[in-house]
């Protein structure tokens, strides 16, 4: 079965610290691999998209990682501030017999960062 | 701001009745994709559209249908509700429905099944 699991479930930091939010998968066959950010009650954002062959890919503050030979990502955020403060979500994009690709994700690590 | 619109913002309605949610996906954009997301649970796929034909299916219950129109907005149609189907419903669009294309996710809409 699919599954995409992220890790911690939530998580609080002072602001200007870094963090590092972890997901490991299980989907297949493997396609590529989002973050996507969500502030509280409206649509996600999409930070990174990872394809099989890259193993980092950087937006601003964000860097995100991928060993697709363990099924592991993570995101680390540099330098955070209060505006950090959401979910994110992992997201495994899994291709179909057919065409077309199926997106499993990660209920999210929820991020606080306070003053 | 996504440019992926959703209509209604919130809808209030009872068990047993039908809604209709609406999505118009940002200009260009062929594909659509319909997300559930529960109270404190993730994103669940239901259903992606490609230029007006079903391009994928997800965990979408026998009660809810949805279609794209040849204009490229979609509905989804909830019917038969129960309590359980409270949820954020998100559409989301992209270009093509590539493995690697950017999925701009809209405001979503709000129901609330009493």
């Known amino acids: 079965k699919n599954q995409v699991e992220q890790s911690p479930q939530s998580l609080i930091i002072l602001e200007g610290k870094n963090c590092t939010l972890q997901?490991?998968?299980?989907?297949?066959?493997?396609?590529?691999l989002r973050w996507y950010k969500q502030d509280t009650g409206r649509g996600p954002v999409s930070l990174t998209i990872?394809?099989?062959?890259?193993n980092t890919k950087s937006n601003g503050r964000y860097t995100a990682t991928l060993d697709a030979d363990t099924k592991q990502s993570s995101l680390h955020i540099t330098a955070s501030q209060l505006s950090d403060s959401a979910s994110y979500i992992c997201?495994?994009?899994?291709?179909?017999?057919?065409?077309?690709?199926?997106?499993?994700f990660g209920t999210g690590t929820q991020l606080k960062v306070e003053l | 701001d996504s440019g992926v619109t959703q209509t209604p913002k919130h809808l209030i309605t009872a068990t047993g009745q039908r809604v209709t949610l609406r999505c118009s996906p940002r200009?260009?954009?062929?594909?659509v994709y319909w997300y559930q997301q529960s109270l404190d649970q993730g994103l669940q796929f239901l259903i992606q559209?490609?230029?007006?034909?079903?391009?994928a299916k997800g965990n979408i219950l026998e009660r809810f249908s949805a279609q794209q129109f040849p204009d490229l907005h979609s509905e989804l149609n909830l019917s038969s509700l129960e309590l359980g189907d409270s949820a954020l419903y998100f559409c989301?669009?992209?270009?093509?429905?590539?493995?690697?294309?950017?999925?701009?996710f809209g405001p979503g809409t709000r129901l609330l099944v009493l």
């Open positions: 989301a669009s992209s270009v093509e429905a590539g493995v690697s294309e950017t999925q701009y």
């Open positions: 997901c490991n998968y299980t989907v297949s066959p493997f396609s590529n």
């Open positions: 990872m394809t099989f062959s890259e």
């Open positions: 997201v495994v994009s899994a291709r179909l017999t057919g065409g077309g690709n199926k997106l499993t």
């Open positions: 200009s260009g954009d062929l594909s």
């Open positions: 559209y490609y230029n007006g034909e079903e391009r």
